[in-house]
């Protein structure tokens, strides 16, 4: 969550970053393992924290 | 010293073919037969297929991916490959023994042949060197 909110203030995007705690949310997108990140809508990686330039590239 | 893998049951994905045959329901059965004894996850092959990112990703994170086929067309086996994964284990229910029809009122007993087979495949691999290095 951290991580993310750093990256999204590094590449100064507009951007709104949750976090989501409901299972139900969770399961609608597909998501078995946890923790995971959605990126407008698309599950990037799921089952570990992924590395701050791994979030740059995909919200750039 | 030699790596040993260290899954836990819930880092070993079952994916089932469920196809419109007696051995692709009883391969889906015994999926669920693994999961609710323990033995690892249920994870949905059509998800797979479907390219659904979320599903796509939770297989990623596995470390140990087991596919079970009702029979020789083995479309289990080349729904993961096309989404580029490896498979460590993988039964074709018809090397069982066990004759390819369409009578969906399969036998409780071939179901339980196919999942004592693959837990001992299974546990076989849990004290084998690590299929694949850790996620993260």
Not at chain 1, 7 to 32: M, P, R, S
Not at chain 2, 105 to 133: E, G, M, T, W
């Amino acid at each position: 969550m951290e991580r993310a909110k750093d990256a999204v203030k590094q590449l100064g995007v507009e951007a709104e970053v949750i976090k989501v705690q409901d299972i139900k949310t969770i399961t609608n997108y597909g998501v078995l393992i946890t923790p995971a990140l959605v990126v407008d809508g698309v599950v990037k990686v799921a089952g570990k924290v992924p590395k701050l330039e791994e979030i740059k590239g995909w919200i750039k | 010293m030699q790596e040993k893998c260290l899954c836990e049951a819930n880092e070993i994905l079952i994916f089932s073919c469920a196809g419109s045959s007696n051995v692709g329901q009883i391969a889906n059965q015994a999926a669920i037969t693994l999961a609710q004894g323990g033995v690892g996850r249920y994870f949905c092959l059509a998800g797979i297929g479907g390219h659904v990112s979320g599903m796509i990703e939770s297989t990623r994170a596995g470390k140990m991916l087991i596919a079970i086929d009702g029979c020789s067309v083995s479309c289990g086996k080349k729904t993961l490959e096309h989404a580029g994964f490896d498979i460590d284990e993988h039964l074709q229910v018809t090397e069982l023994g066990v004759e390819k029809n369409h009578d969906l009122n399969f036998k409780p007993s071939d179901v339980r042949k196919v999942a004592d087979h693959l837990s001992s495949q299974i546990s076989k691999r849990r004290a084998a060197p690590s299929p694949r290095p850790p996620v993260g």
